[in-house]
């Protein structure tokens, strides 16, 4: 059974030590691919080919290897009847092989094909894995890391997919702008984990929407109110940063807070029935009530945002991680001759109308897709999106964090840079919980 996208994944932790001699990914995207420590010495592969005939092997890699990373080796692997999973990568050792372990009981057969020396851990891991000869990586580590991950991979020529969201801060998601147009120009698919666009059901449900069966749009309102995820109690070895790695969800520099890592999903289907325009600003507020102990770092557990847009329009979205409350997950578009209820893919007013059609998993929707584009020699590229949604979702949280009303254009060239000083298993003291009126906006 497909795990739904709301409930917890264990986590999965891979970092990148191309930064690691006091280098801040300010710097990092202000100088040329040669930024990355190491990088020039790198061995350059040839491109893959773009158009695979169906006889090719594909050769996947997987960086981080959680349950989310663990799900999309295995939709890879179903995706194509000639792929194999010959790389992995993570963090720590342990988790690696919690995965590999699992993804090679058998099921697979030899699509899987990892060898003891094409598992690569530590903090440089992903360069190992991209320069192992794969054609498809797989990121599927914290958001933190997507960036540099994701300019390396598409440097050595590699398709990639990426889950969501792609950054934890504007100049994470200006790095991957730049990168996905690279992809463009290099004709290599980028595919999305914002997996309700892959969807059936949504899909229709939506085209239908944007076709005007509801008329004009002329509100949003989109909720994602769960209970608590997993964390780890903090062991007497672990330094400052593998504390942090572990429990990744609750600092924002890993994960954006929970309402980039898990409310863009809701958000990412208010984009996208908004053709992706984005909001003009939006004012929010939030705090951290309930989740309060060390364990869960310095994150908040509500947030409510009210997003405006040229045209009048107003999204209003919240969230939620609380234990013991009402849970709500529901996206609803309010127009001139009826409203939407996205998640039951069912229309109400002037013209009535239900989703009757087939609902295949949307998780392995979006790798056969990727994996048929790369045959057909036309790779999908969701760069556009996935980019924008996840700056909707930072600037709902730059909102919340500081009291402000945030702009579109501030968001985008916000300065704060996540970025710790360096990359090492050591000290690294939790940031101050964000205070709204107090906490300012760079």
Known sequence: MERPPHLPYPPSVLGDDSMTQQTSRRDFLKTSTAAVAGAALATHLSAPAVHAASSDVLKVGLIGCGRRGSDAATQAMKADKNVKLVAMADMFPDRLQQSRKSLGNGEFGDKFAVKDEACFTGFDSYKQLIDSGVDVVLLCEPPHFRPAHFKYAIEKNKHVF????VAVDAPGVRSVLATCEEAKKKNLAVVSGLCWRYDLPKRETMKRVMDGTIGDITALQCTYNTGTLWSYPRESKWSDMEFQLRNWLYFTWLSGDFNVEQHIHSLDKMAWVMKDEPPVKCVGMGGR?????EQFGHVYDHMSVVYEYANGVKLFASCRQMKDCASD???HIFGTKGRCDVMKGMITGENPWKYKGPAPSMYQQEHNELFAS??????????????????????GRMACYTGSAITWDMAMNSKEDLTPAKYELGAL???PVAMPGVTKFS
């Open 289 to 293: 009530q309930v989740r309060t102990s």
């Open 374 to 395: 790369i045959r057909e020699g036309k790779p999908l590229h969701n760069g556009d999106y996935m980019c924008k949604s996840t700056l909707l979702a930072i600037m």
């Open 329 to 331: 997950v529901s996206d």
């Open 429 to 431: 003291p939790t940031a």
């Open 162 to 165: 990426c889950e969501k969201p």
